[in-house]
C-alpha cells in the first residue's frame, strides 16, 4: 500500500486508526522538551475570529503534549506577525464540522500578537 504522505494523513486500516501528523516546532531547552508548537499560515490572520485545527491533528498534538509532560502552543503566521497561543493539553474542546471536516475553533483574542524578535524573546524568557 502506498501512503501518501502529506502531513496530515487519517486512515483507518483493517479497522485500526492511523493518524500521521507532523510537528512544527520542537522547543528543546538543555536535555529536556520544554514545548511543542503547531505552525499555521494564514493571510490577513488579524481579520480572523478563529484559527482553526483539523480535530484528528489538535487531538494528537495533545497526546504528544501529555507524554512528554510539555506546552502545547498553536502559532498562527499571516507573513508579518505570529499569533501564539497556548493550549491546555488537558482541557477537552468540542470540534465542529466545517466543509464535511471535524475542526477546533481557537479564538483569535487567545493569541498574543508578537513581532518576529518578540516571537524570539518569547521562547527565550519563557524557557531560557
Known sequence: MLINFSFDVQLTINGVKLNIFDIDLVIEVGKRIEAIAELKRYYNASSYKYFEIPAHEYVGYKKVAKCLKCDLYLVVFDGYFYYLAE??????????????????????????????????????????
Open 87 to 128: 493550549i491546555d493539553r488537558f482541557r477537552k474542546e468540542d470540534p465542529i464540522t466545517r466543509n464535511g471536516k471535524k475542526v477546533i475553533r481557537i479564538p483569535r483574542e487567545k493569541a498574543i500578537v508578537l513581532t518576529e524578535s518578540e516571537f524570539q524573546q518569547f521562547w527565550i524568557d519563557k524557557y531560557g
